[in-house]
């Protein structure tokens, strides 16, 4: 230990009656973290490699992890074999499995081993990236590193990012810098001083969306839900019928949200069209592709994605089809400068003197951030870009296989052909419909849930019920696409 405040005192004055040397690693008996650590990470690797025996839905029952585990913490420390020990025994079997290639529910999510490890290092720096100098190299890689993850993507360099824990968290941002944009009475007095904003979006948009209007205080009616077409994506002629009819009705618009792959079936809203009308009303164009966004770096998905570089904001979220381990968000914005007006407050504990640095806290609303830029740049750098592509590549090639087997399979049914990696199918035998043939796929995939074998979730389109068989785990060959859907049409037959 070293000394401070000029030495004067000595230290066994300020210690009285405790140890003189530093505790061992981490706080933790000698040579006990390196032990445990080799243990911990051989566990790991076993997990990974024997990741396909265990079941991917928990077979857990309410409660009963909480009821395995005493009320209160022991009184005193207990030794690392027997937390293991319980780890293992309580916890793992209580674990829904999303490491498992056969996990095809909601939207695929997995961390790649260079994110794992990357998450372990985060974990050992534990550093607090608020100002620039609490971590220059926290602060200098995020950026480096989302810099690249923009060129891969194709996006202009004219965009600035910051990695948020969630995309409704980015999401929720972006809508505040539009709120400080286009609502500037707010800024004073808040919003009982300002006029009724209005916020549009699809109605197919992420729930992450109506929260975060909620969250800044425009209410239910801060959200107008445009309508759809039959594909699912957002009608631009509703769109500008929706802003006129506002506008002469005293409300005043603020934002459009354009989805880019749907969370309920990767509906693509025509961005180039919606950018449009959003740039000639003066609008904020905030796009959700948390999901689909990465398929950008995939040669021929541009169409996807045309208009998305006129937006104000994007978010893309590496944790979900980047093999970065949860969380990792990403939210580029064209003008950083409103993000900062909403949410640049520094106290004198936090002022810096450093110019031409980035000072993360000003991005949002934590002021302590993760490092989470380490995971995320061992991911690109380990795969690169042409691995990442090529991964990414064989999700869609999978789905799109599995697209035609479904259609052509007799009492079968395709919704429309994937333009990602999601399927979305039900069983819809002759004669069986409505609210049968709802019943019929829910029973169906419960029977496949409940087998272990594979894990998928359903949605709702137009009222009826479909499932959704979603691709993206780097752990997924063929051959669990393959199963999975053979374990579906047996569970057909069996439901009959
Ligand atoms: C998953 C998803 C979200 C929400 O993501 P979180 O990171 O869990 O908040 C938002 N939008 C879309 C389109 C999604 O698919």
Redesign the pocket.
Known sequence: MTRRGGGSVPEDELGHGYPATAPAPGGMAPGEFREWGHRFVDWVSDYLEGIDAYPVLARTKPGEVRDALPAEPPATGEPLHALFEDFRSVIVPGITHWNHPAFFG??AVSGSGPGILGELLAAALNVNAMVWKSSPAATELEEVTLGWLRSFLGLPPEFTGAIN???????FLALAAARERYLPEAREDGMSAAPAGRVYTSRE??S??LKAVHALGFGRRGVRAVATGPDRAMDPAALADAINHDVTSGFRPLAVVA?I???STTAVDPVAAIAGIARSRGLWLHV?????GVAAALPGMGHHFTGWERADSI?V?P??WLFTPV?C?VLYVRDPSWLRAAFSLVPAYLETSETGVTHLMDQGLALGRRFRALKLWFVMRYFGQEGLREILARHVAFARRLAHAVDAAAGWELWRPSPFSLVVLRRSPPGVSGGERDALNLSIMDRVNRSGAAFLSPTEIGGETWLRFAIGNVHTAARHVNATWEALREAANEAG
């Open positions: 909601y939207f824990d969630t995309a409704s968290t980015s999401t948009a992420h992450s969306v989805t792959g749907t969370t959700d592709a948390a999901y689909a978010v979220n944790h979900k969380d968000s």
